[in-house]
């Protein structure tokens, strides 16, 4: 199993500019979590998904979406890139509503300018 | 308040001795408690997870948690300049449909 998997693993973007930030588990996971993670700081819940066609918001979801259309695959889409987007991301999968622990991906790290 | 707070440290013991991080977190209804070790440049990994009053061992990991003060701490016993890291609290909230809330992390520098 190659667990939780994220492409790219860094980009820099121009303001305004679009990007989407690819997320696949291996694993069967229902659950699946985007968060983000500015230096020093702790992970923000972006969004999550709890099956296939399935979304809802985390803390900071403003300039983001996310689609599930696979149990697979969990893309982050940022459109209109700004600044205060430059960020390390993180995807995360956990098993179901009864497991507790959740997989993290290696992460993309973004910078905006 | 902020839902789970941590020092962020630098915390710095030296090879051998105990490291002791604290937690403390707002939500009196939280159930399950988390630490996860992130290494600079990498993506966090669960070490520990405490659901229960009490102590919780692995190792030369301990766990401990208490509802009734709202802290949750991590022991790590014969320190190892490899345990250098942050440490990240993690728990769930008792409302928000098993969504992880993490505090900012201590860094742990371990010292040979």
């Known amino acids: 199993n190659a667990g939780v998997t994220q492409t790219p693993k860094f980009r820099i973007l121009k303001i305004g500019q679009s990007m989407t930030l690819q997320c696949t588990q291996d694993?069967?996971?229902?659950?699946m979590y985007w968060y983000r993670q500015d230096p020093g700081m702790g992970l923000k819940l972006i969004y999550y998904?709890?099956?296939?066609?399935?979304?809802d918001k985390g803390e900071v979801p403003n300039g983001y979406n996310v689609s599930r259309s696979t149990t697979e695959d969990f893309p982050l889409r940022l459109e209109l890139a700004a600044p205060s987007q430059t960020s390390v991301y993180f995807c995360?999968?956990?098993?179901?509503?009864?497991?507790?622990?959740?997989?993290f991906g290696p992460g993309t790290r973004l910078t905006v300018t | 308040q902020k839902e789970v707070e941590q020092n962020s440290g630098p915390l710095s013991v030296p090879e051998g001795a105990i490291a002791s991080l604290n937690c403390t977190y707002s939500?009196?209804?939280?159930?399950?408690f988390f630490w996860y070790r992130q290494y600079s440049g990498k993506s966090p990994e669960l070490i520990m997870f405490?659901?229960?009053?009490g102590d919780k061992e692995d190792g030369r990991f301990t766990a401990q948690l208490n509802k009734a003060s709202q802290y949750v701490s991590l022991l790590i016993r014969d320190s190892q300049p490899s345990d250098s890291a942050t440490y990240l609290c993690?728990?769930?909230?008792?409302?928000?449909?098993?969504?992880?809330?993490f505090g900012t992390g201590t860094r742990l520098l371990v010292s040979p």
């Open positions: 694993m069967n996971h229902n659950y």
């Open positions: 939500d009196r209804g939280s159930q399950s």
């Open positions: 998904s709890v099956g296939a066609g399935i979304t």
């Open positions: 995360a999968s956990k098993a179901s509503s009864s497991s507790y622990e959740q997989y």
């Open positions: 993690a728990l769930y909230l008792a409302t928000g449909f098993q969504k992880l809330v």
């Open positions: 405490i659901y229960s009053n």
